[in-house]
C-alpha cells in the first residue's frame, strides 16, 4: 500500500508516521507539509521519495493509492473531498468536518467515489473500548451508562507537544465527537435525546472552553459528559461505563474495574497503540474491498448529534 500523508510534520502526525513503520507492506511515498524546511528535512530523514507544500501535487501521482489527512480541523472537509476526487481511498483525521454541511458533502461525495473513506475515531480502536464492545456484542454486558470526563489545559493556542498552533482545536467539533461517536458503538443505539450547556467563549480563541452534555438512547442508556480546556492537573479523557454486568473505567490504555481492581486485557490485544490499529483497519478494508470500521458513512449520525448540540448552545448563550 503506497501512501501518501499529509500534516505528517505535525504533533499527532508524527504519531501516524510512526505507527506506520509497524505495518508491513505500508510505504509512505508522499509527505505534504506546510513549512518548506521541516517538511524537506523529514522527508529525507525517513527516506520518503517526494514531498510538497501542495496536496494537489502528491494526489496526483501514480504510485498513491492512499492519503492520509493529519492537518487542521478546518480544512479536513475540503482535503478529505479533494482525495476521493483525485481517486485515492482516505483516512482523515478526526472529525472529519467542522460543520455539518460539510459532512454531509463529505458523505456525498464518498459514495459517488467508490473509494475506502474512514475517519479517526480511535476510541472505537483502543484496547479498553474494543474489550467493552466485544463484551456487549457477545451478550456479556449491556452499558447502562457512560460518564466520561476529558480535560485540558488550552487557554493558549499550542499543540501537544507545546507548540504554537495555526489552527485552533474545538471542545464540540473534535473533543465530544470521540465520545458522542463511542456512546453510540458501545450501545449499539442512536441518540434519542440530547441537552447541552457551555460557557463563555474565549475572546482570543473564539471557542467554549467548558461544555457539558447530556444525552440518552431509545431503550434509556445515559451519557455524562464533560469537557474542558481549562483544567489543572491530569489530561486526557476518563471513561466510567456502568453496566448491568459490572463497573469498567478506562483511562488510555489502562483498565480497571468500578472498585480499582486493575482488568488484565493484554492477552487479549497485542497490539495497543490505537493509531497503529486504525490504519491496519483502513488498509484491511482497501484489500478486502469493504466498509472500514469508522467510515465516513458511519460517523455521520454523530456530527447531526453535534450540530443539535451547536444550535442549542448558541442559542442558550445568545439568550443570557
Known amino acids: ?62 504510485d498513491v493509492d492512499a492519503a492520509i489527512l493529519v492537518t487542521p480541523t478546518q ?97 464540540l467539533w473534535h473533543h465530544s465527537a470521540h465520545t458522542i461517536d463511542l456512546f453510540q458503538y458501545q450501545t449499539q443505539e442512536p441518540i434519542a435525546d440530547v441537552y447541552a450547556v457551555a460557557g463563555p467563549v474565549h475572546p482570543e480563541l473564539g471557542i467554549y472552553m467548558d461544555m457539558g452534555i447530556v444525552m440518552r438512547t431509545p431503550s434509556g442508556k445515559v451519557l455524562n459528559l464533560s469537557l474542558s480546556f481549562n483544567n489543572e492537573g491530569p489530561l486526557g479523557t476518563n471513561f466510567r461505563y456502568i453496566c448491568d454486568n459490572g463497573t469498567y473505567t ?31 483497519e483502513f488498509f484491511s478494508a482497501i484489500e478486502e474491498d469493504r466498509e472500514p470500521n469508522g467510515s465516513v458513512q458511519q460517523i455521520l449520525a454523530t456530527h447531526e448529534v453535534m450540530e443539535k448540540i451547536e444550535k442549542m448552545v448558541n442559542g442558550q448563550l445568545s439568550q443570557s
Not at 21 to 48: C, F, P, Q, Y
Not at 252 to 277: A, H, Q, R
Open 250 to 280: 478506562a483511562y488510555y490504555d489502562d483498565m480497571k474495574t468500578g472498585s480499582g481492581d486493575v482488568v488484565d486485557i493484554s492477552g487479549d490485544f497485542p497490539i495497543t497503540n490505537g493509531i497503529e490499529l486504525m490504519q491496519r
Open 75 to 171: 480544512i479536513h472537509a475540503a482535503q478529505a473531498i479533494q482525495t476521493l476526487e483525485a481517486g485515492k481511498h482516505c483516512f482523515v483525521e478526526i472529525p472529519m468536518a467542522d460543520t455539518i454541511e460539510d459532512s454531509r458533502r463529505l458523505v456525498e461525495v464518498a459514495n459517488k467515489a467508490g473509494k475506502k473513506a474512514m475517519v479517526g475515531h480511535v476510541r472505537r480502536f483502543n484496547p479498553p473500548h474494543q474489550w467493552i464492545h466485544n463484551k456487549v456484542v457477545a451478550g456479556d454486558l449491556n452499558v447502562q451508562q457512560m460518564q466520561v470526563r476529558t480535560m485540558f489545559f488550552r487557554r493558549t493556542n499550542t499543540n501537544a507537544l507545546g507548540e504554537p498552533r495555526s489552527w485552533v482545536d474545538h471542545l
Open 1 to 62: 500500500m503506497k501512501v501518501l500523508i499529509a500534516g505528517g510534520t505535525g504533533a499527532f502526525g508524527r504519531k501516524h508516521l510512526a505507527a506506520l513503520e509497524n505495518i508491513d507492506g505500508a510505504e509512505v511515498v508522499s509527505l505534504i507539509g506546510s513549512d518548506e524546511a521541516v517538511t524537506k528535512a523529514m522527508a529525507e530523514d525517513r527516506g520518503i521519495p517526494h514531498w510538497s507544500l501542495d496536496l494537489a501535487e502528491g494526489l496526483a501521482r501514480d
